[in-house]
């Protein structure tokens, strides 16, 4: 399915990083306002280059358009593309204010035409196995979910220096003054409301909290730099979500249920391990104790933090096979490829493409569809928005609670067979007994 890109800035390496794990998606050419950048970037990949958008959209080969352009033109962009008769798919959020979001969401209804939006982090292998385990009931009735999103003090590490293997630098002010709330929170919110259904009401809180972070100026200048926010599920879960650019690299997933955790260290790498820890006596008690909290043997010894499980790994859309890292086993690049791989994970951007594309061609629904992403939107805009005084929101979309997907179903063990004691553990547990 042929893609045309609007939009070539610093995202738009990281799609290109994975999109030969597609071989269904074909990029038919690129446009930016900044002919020059679009230049660069169809110079560095091979791509066709459009004079401008105008030009892209009134190409009748291009049945997607992904719109890759600063957040304050994504309402403008999409907007063309579904005119002209393009489904699109944007990088998030989709706008910014839910008027927009209405209104593209009608427009694309009217004509017959999908519209979709990143973040694609829910249909990794990471997310889809926490899924399985929570519907497997590994770890019994879920209570609580636990995610965050402190993403390093990126103002200490020379944001201006950082550029794409193609030549685009990081836009930290436009960062900055979007916010990391923005930026970031849909990573959490999209996996959260997958697996565990819409939320009826939100409370939340958020400040700028760094006013040193730059000397340049920023408009506006107070955007929150830090948020927190508790969701209360209709399912009845409660979600607890936190934001920053302060607090150094923590993106951790944690479900907690009346009979164990289930977790991943980051929603980033789409491999992430999953650790599946039953509770028992013996393990909640060590966790009390210095000893275990400060030794890694230790806490293994007792289980505590749970055992890694096999990942619910199945062919991406499109795809009729998993990919697997391409290269002789005799190549030094090869193992130092996969070290760097395995040490800095990667997020398969274009994974939210393929399912789009497949979606289309095999006339089903796609995810996340627009009544999901309705519902993120206004989420983002209620966390973002909450201010220093904090604010409680009743959400006025909603979306029906989603299915666990087949290939997942078909792909994963039944996790709750897995939630078996460490032998320690269960070596006391069974004297005890």
């Not at 280059?49 to 994504?74: G, R």
């Not at 944007?90 to 204010?97: A, G, Q």
């Not at 928005?385 to 006025?396: I, V």
């Amino acid at each position: 399915m042929k893609i045309g890109v609007i939009g070539c800035g610093y995202v738009f390496d990281h799609y290109m990083t994975t999109l030969a794990q597609h071989p269904g998606l074909e990029i038919a050419g690129v446009a930016d306002r900044n002919q020059e950048r679009a230049a660069q970037v169809g110079a560095y990949y091979g791509l066709h280059v459009y004079p401008d958008s105008a030009a892209l959209l009134a190409d009748p080969e291009i049945e997607i358009v992904a719109n890759f352009t600063s957040i304050e033109s994504h309402d403008a962009v999409s907007r063309a593309a579904l005119e002209a008769g393009k489904h699109v798919y944007s990088e998030k959020p989709l706008v910014t204010d839910m008027e927009a979001a209405h209104a593209l969401a009608d427009l694309a209804a009217k004509k017959g035409l999908r519209l979709s939006c990143a973040p694609s982090n829910a249909l990794s292998p990471t997310v889809q196995t926490l899924w399985k385990a929570i519907r497997d009931r590994a770890v019994g009735d879920v209570r609580m979910v636990y995610a965050e999103f402190d993403d390093n003090p990126v103002y200490l590490l020379k944001p201006e220096t950082w550029i794409s293997r193609s030549g685009a630098p990081w836009p930290y002010l436009h960062e900055y003054e979007m916010g990391c709330t923005w930026e970031h929170v849909g990573y959490h919110l999209t996996w959260m409301c997958a697996i565990f259904g819409p939320v009826r009401s939100v409370t939340a809180f958020s400040k700028a909290t760094l006013p040193d972070k730059t000397d340049e100026p920023l408009s506006p200048a107070d955007t929150p730099d830090f948020s927190v926010a508790c969701l209360d599920f209709e399912s009845g879960v409660v979600g607890r979500i936190t934001c920053s650019i302060a607090g150094p690299t923590d993106h951790r997933m944690r479900v907690i249920g009346n009979e164990g955790v289930v977790s991943a260290d980051t929603y980033r790498d789409y491999h992430c391990p999953v650790y599946l820890e039953p509770f028992n006596s013996v393990a909640l008690k060590a966790r009390n104790l210095l000893m275990v909290r400060e030794s890694s043997f230790l806490q293994g010894l007792f289980g505590v933090g749970g055992r890694r499980v096999p990942l619910a790994e199945s062919p991406a859309p499109g795809a009729d096979r998993i990919h697997r890292p391409q290269g002789s086993w005799l190549s030094p690049k090869y193992w130092i490829a996969r070290m760097r791989k395995a040490q800095r994970g990667q997020q398969d951007k274009c994974i939210g493409l393929a399912e789009l594309a497949e979606a289309i061609e095999q006339d089903r629904a796609h995810f996340p569809a627009p009544d999901f992403t309705l519902h993120l939107t206004e989420l983002t805009l209620a966390i973002q928005g909450a201010g220093p005084d904090g604010a409680s929101q009743k959400l006025t979309t909603r979306f029906d609670p989603l299915p666990l997907p087949e290939r997942t179903r078909r792909a994963g063990p039944d996790y709750k067979n897995l939630r078996r004691p460490s032998l320690l553990a269960g070596l006391l547990l069974a004297r005890r007994g």
